[in-house]
T-cell receptor, first 113, second 114 residues
Framework: DAGITQSPRHKVTETGTPVTLRCHQTENHRYMYWYRQDPGHGLRLIHYSYGVKDTDKGEVSDGYSVSRSKTEDFLLTLESATSSQTSVYFC????????????FGPGTRLTVL | AQSVTQLDSHVSVSEGTPVLLRCNYSSSYSPSLFWYVQHPNKGLQLLLKYTSAATLVKGINGFEAEFKKSETSFHLTKPSAHMSDAAEYFCVVSDDSSASKIIFGSGTRLSIRP
């Protein structure tokens, strides 16, 4: 398995609180992604990174920010969590030399009450 | 613009019978196409990928898919279903010109009847 971990694996929080999810890789891949998974929607891209300090928005970026200060870590922050952000969040990594084939972390289940 | 449509949200087959999960795509470029599998409460795992080499692609666990450009399809098949195949399957289209142009289908849940 590709070396990708996510923390925490489960979190329950209240509306209006800040939340940070962490993705850590040991593969030294350049590209890292954050997705959310909701029933009937597949996976939707929130933000992605193409290098240290280089990030860009995805399809559903509103309400989320990211940071990448090291190759191995990609943080997703919900500045003020809302109930609509209740979801399962997946981190993925890829090596663009391999046709965008991605490797996924185990996911973080976030519940916003 | 790219898009991907998985034609069935749920497929149910009996153990030992063939599996067919359907995927149609739209892409302005020569795409890369993938099938991923997700078992309950797990991350996604690559089953197979098409990257403009052979049009019939073999993957893990006996799955295969055929790229048909004329039909813009990339259907996933397996000759004989096993109980362990019960999972969610995602068809993905990727434009190699951009790291962000990776589009997921909405998924097909495969159930296996004993």
């Amino acid at each position: 398995d590709a070396g990708i971990t996510q923390s925490p694996r489960h979190k329950v929080t209240e509306t209006g609180t800040p939340v940070t999810l962490r993705c850590h890789q040991t593969e030294n891949h350049r590209y890292m992604y954050w997705y959310r998974q909701d029933p009937g929607h597949g996976l939707r891209l929130i933000h992605y990174s193409y290098g240290v300090k280089d990030t860009d928005k995805g399809e559903v970026s509103d309400g989320y920010s990211v940071s990448r200060s090291k190759t191995e870590d990609f943080l997703l922050t919900l500045e003020s969590a809302t109930s609509s952000q209740t979801s399962v969040y997946f981190c993925a990594i890829s090596d663009r030399d391999n046709n965008n084939e991605q490797f996924f972390g185990p996911g973080t289940r976030l519940t916003v009450l | 613009a790219q898009s991907v449509t998985q034609l069935d949200s749920h497929v149910s087959v009996s153990e030992g019978t063939p599996v067919l999960l359907r995927c149609n795509y739209s892409s302005s470029y020569s795409p890369s196409l993938f099938w991923y599998v997700q078992h309950p409460n797990k991350g996604l795992q690559l089953l197979l990928k098409y990257t403009s080499a052979a049009t019939l692609v073999k993957g893990i666990n006996g799955f295969e898919a055929e790229f048909k450009k004329s039909e813009t399809s990339f259907h996933l098949t397996k000759p004989s279903a096993h109980m362990s195949d019960a999972a969610e399957y995602f068809c993905v289209v990727s434009d190699d010109s951009s790291a962000s142009k990776i589009i997921f289908g909405s998924g097909t849940r495969l159930s296996i009847r004993p």
